[in-house]
């Protein structure tokens, strides 16, 4: 059966073409990048469709399913697409939507558009990147389609069947012609699936990857929305008080929602979103929660003698230690700012949170008071380490104004006085140390022993952190200074080597490492001054020839290559120690021949690197070892 909706076939047809060949033209205005990322951007298009049906209050499941052709297919619930004819454009509502640009949700009326942002720009967009799509709707008892062949109607939306259901189903294939890359990644499109899922409270989002000889389905469902977001940054942490705190409310157009919690930790995590879209830069909504905590945590605590009347006030980083946050607003125009349009520009946000903050926060202290005395015990400490680590750095700027720079002594610098040929190794142990030492090139390459475990910069205050005499060598070897000081035009060398062994304790130091420089130098890791070394850890002799291989996998490749027999000596190395001086050099510091790993941290998952760190960092041991077994997942490899 096959009943034609729509013949009609006009000269609007042109333009919608020249339109969408717009698209396929110069794909990066719309989507970003031709690259992974933009190829599931696509993805993210479709789905917000389903939740805007879903804000509506009539989709309750989004179900997406990475099909074995690596074609992608969105179904919902919700009341399905219009099929009515538009009358501006001649054409069924659906039509509109897949074929003119820039058409998502002004169609049918009523239409309720908050998600989108930075490139919402709609199905029209997927449809003209696609080599096909088809989009099928459940409606009034009915199954209508339209298929679409790099943005072309195939033929007039058709009635195809009969169901009980309602809905909206589009499935559509990445055109290769377009996309650098068409092989969708399961792990990143679940890891936004969930954040969608965290943001959009009640809705059920399924997904299913059925390329895999066992398809594999997970569910994410969050009744309690970004309060459960909020919980689950808190997993592997201490929270200082059972509750989450809820805010919840709507000013003028904009509706505000703002979830936290105290952990006992010295670290903010507050994750910021418009729209769903994350806001890493914050912007107005950001500021306006801010104003709003500090002022109202100040007033409870004067109102309630926490603070005497002539004390100073708590700043607000005091009220934010150890805080983990979620603001989610939802506003129908966003502005979004900055060089990178992550930072929202809207300044009737920043009142919108501020009111519902302000208000709803002031009654929830006022019942909870002793939830609230503790978050404050815990911001008077935090102004007290304060203050003592502002001494102590006080006292660390007038020494080096006073004596110059002096660099540590334990530091080997090289001789090369142009950073851009330096580099400097940070050694696990003296003993490495030394060998580092006597291996290197002295010209360009600079070695910093560390004695043993650097402190957990996660569980110390910043007073701690700054008297800490490993944590002071480096910065005075780096030359950038920290936190508001940081300058890179100062960083003296080019590269940061971190050689540690090759073993969980290894591992372990190196994450330290890597928490310090993450917390407090995070430009160093962004702008890739920052490598881990990779030591062997078999060393294979046979007949005076030497072989190395860095992990099992190339041990037994050495081992075929050369033959197994009981000429084979192999050594596994325990440590860097166990090397001598040119072992050291041939295998792990040698620029000609070594393999250094770039540290990277993915900007569209900072919040995910949070809990990566913290799984490492925090006090709950089980979640640790698993992490160490499995490996840092934000180090990328690089050979050079
Ligand atoms: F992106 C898309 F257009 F391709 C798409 C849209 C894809 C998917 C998977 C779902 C959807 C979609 C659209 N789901 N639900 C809707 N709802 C509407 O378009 C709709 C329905 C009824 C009314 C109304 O006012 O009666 C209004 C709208 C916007």
Redesign the pocket.
Known sequence: MSTEVNGEYGADQIQILEGLEAVRKRPGMYIGSTSIRGLHHLVY??VD??ID?ALAGF?SEIQVTICKDNSIK???N?????IGINHKAGLPAVEV??TILHAG?KF????YKVSGGLHGV??SVVNALSEWLE?TIYQNGKMYRQRYERGKVMYPLKEIGVTERTG???IFLPDKEIFEETVFDYEILRQRLREMAFLTKGIKIILTDERLEEPKTREFYYEGGIKEYVAYLNRHKNPLYDQIIYCEGQRDDIYVEVALQHNNSYQEGTYSFVNNITTPEGGTHLTGFRNALTKTFNDYAKKNKILKENETNLTGEDIREGLSAIISIKISEPQFEGQTKQKLGNSEARGAVESVVTEQLTYFLEQNPSVAKMICDKAVLAQRARDAARKARDLTRRKTALEGTSLPGKLADCSDKDPKNCEIYIVEGDSAGGSAKTARNRATQAILPLRGKILNVEKSRLDKILVNNEIKAMITAFGTGIGEDFDIEKLRYDKIVIMTDADVDGAHIATLMLTFLYRFMPDLIRKGHVYLAQPPLYKIDKNKKVYYAYDDKELNEVLSEIGRDSNNKIQRYKGLGEMDAEQLWDTTMDPEKRILLRVTIDEESESEIDVVFNTLMGDKVEPRREFIETNAKYVKNLDI
Request: proline share 4%; hydrophobic share 35%; glycine share 30%.
């Open positions: 298009e479709i469709n389903s049906e989709c969105v179904i919902d919700g009341r399905g697409i219009p939507v897949f949700g049918g009326g009523g239409g709609g199905a989009v909206t189903e589009v």
